[in-house]
């Protein structure tokens, strides 16, 4: 058997975040694969910042000019040069912030389309255990911070930055003592900017909280409004709608405020520097050293940094974030594309050996069923022949969390169904989706007819095995095509046909568009029993040799249950099948039970034998066949009465049969 613990640590690990180094590199092979655009955006971002050095430069002259008495036509000529070039750097700037928004929003869609795309390829398993919830934050909220920066400041502080490094280069070519005098508020705007950061990131942490809390107040009091208004509880929730608010609002001044004195500290620095370089051209000019034109275009220069080093310094918070935002999306493309969790027969605990339920071939023969209308696979019963599917599991247990599955060995004969039955916690959930090739045991294996699953790419694991849970989601679109994910081909003929299989019909007939009914976000609504449904029509469509289905009629009522129950029969009529069984009445009709007690199997066998040898399950059947209390309501309905005298009664009860105590 295949130790799949390194298949389990990837599994269990949360969506990683990449390290600095990941996502530069990340970004430059975006960059490279635009390479005109990139070149286009920083020739003309680097032309633009040396044409705004022209005009100091050329004032410098001029001034030296007017010192040595030269004639009017050579100062308007400098004077036409310095139009000229803030002309050309106007039209610089803007075109190169084009090209640079253009290339950012670029890269930054292919990354988001990178982050999608490994996020739908990823292992079932990792993405069940991080959570779509981080996958959504990055792909909204990630996404969002950087595009906000590339849209609105990216550009700019992109300019910025290359204004300041060649600016500072042409203050150095212009003079070095000028350019070492510059350097002297160096410190000054390194000490403002540490103590603007130490006190702005906890300053947002609280902004995003108290307009967060503000937003949940409101929300809340909206919902619900109907009992706020019954208890008359108006004034109080506006009360507490208003101190919060009142709570963002100080922040958001607090900020305010803040941002104010780091502008204080910027001034102050800007005011070390020019003073510094005014008194070293002051000194230079002075010991002719420099003339008083090369003076004047150093302090020009140095006037030039304030906005660029502002900007920057404004601006570095919401590039930071957006730094840890782009790590975050990296991230995600970093990981292994999808892969089904490694097994391998044989080993330590081969099918067939001493684990409780080795032996599958507990075989009974198949509840008959002709199987007539169902539209696809018409595969044999259970019987001989080599496992459909075969599940070992030494030892599961999630992160560092206790054991919850041990000595499991489930071997399903082809069209064989297999009941899973077990109180809260037992393990169903955990054993359905290892057999569903969703979750990799610790340490275990899974085989599709003699082959393990890791020998098979996933695409065919997918094909093989379907799993139904009990959150289905219904895509927006029209009901058609929500079906025909399962299979893009099918004809609307077969679609109504898996329909038909799964007792939508009537539903169907009182749709107004038929199967060109929107469902989903911004369609008609369907309730979880529905999607339910359709969710046993897709799998009608897929025809998967294998169906493992977890709870999937969980949600419903009493008679809503039964209809799904219904549906899942004949949706996996001819499957080899484990069904989660939530209502006894389920196991009852399966093959077989396994009934599971703190993650190991307990009993096995038919219904029939296992009512026989008096243990667990025939207890848990007989509390569940129990008479129904009488509640007073239900003393008044006649269908009530009705139910309680008949003797099949007890299945049609709305009671979660495996969470009872065994
Ligand atoms: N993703 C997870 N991370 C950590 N522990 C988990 C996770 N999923 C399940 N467990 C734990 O594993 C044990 C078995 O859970 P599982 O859901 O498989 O049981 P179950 O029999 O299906 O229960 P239920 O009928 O309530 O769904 C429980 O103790 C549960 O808390």
Redesign the pocket.
Known sequence: MTDQSAVGAASRRLLPTATTRQTWAALRAEFARLPGLSAAATILLVAAAATGLVAPWVLGRLVDDVIAGSDTPRIVAWAGVIAGAAVLAGVLTAIGAALTARLGETVLARLRERVLDRALHLPSATL??AGTGDLVARAGDDVAVVTNVIATSGPAFLGALLSIVLTALGLFALDWRLGLAGLAAAPAYTLALRWYLRRSVPYYARERVATGERTQAMAGALRGSATVRAYRLEDAHVGGIADRSVAARDLSLEIFNLHTRFGLRINRSEFVGLAAVLLAGFLLVRDDLATVGAATTAALYFHRLFNPIGLLLLQSDSVLQAGASLARLVGVTTLPAGSAPAASPGGSAPPGGSAPDSSASVDTASPDGSGAGRPRRSAGRAGSGPAALEVVVDRHR??D?PV?LRDVALSLAPGERVALV?A???????LAGIAAGIIAPTRGAVSLRGVPLGDLDEHRVRREIALISQEVHVFAGTLGDDLRLADPEATDAEVTAALDLVGVTDWLRTLPDGLDTCVGEGGRQLTAAQAQQLALARLVLADPAVAVLDEATAEAGSAGARDLERAATAATEGRTTLI?AHRLSQAATADRIVV?EHGRIVEHGTHEQLLASGGGYSRLWRSWRAPVPVLPQERAGEEGAARRARPDAAPDRDVDA??APA
């Open positions: 069940e255990r999630y992160d969390g919850v077990g809260s916690g037992a393990g169903k959930s955990t989660v599971l495996t969470h």
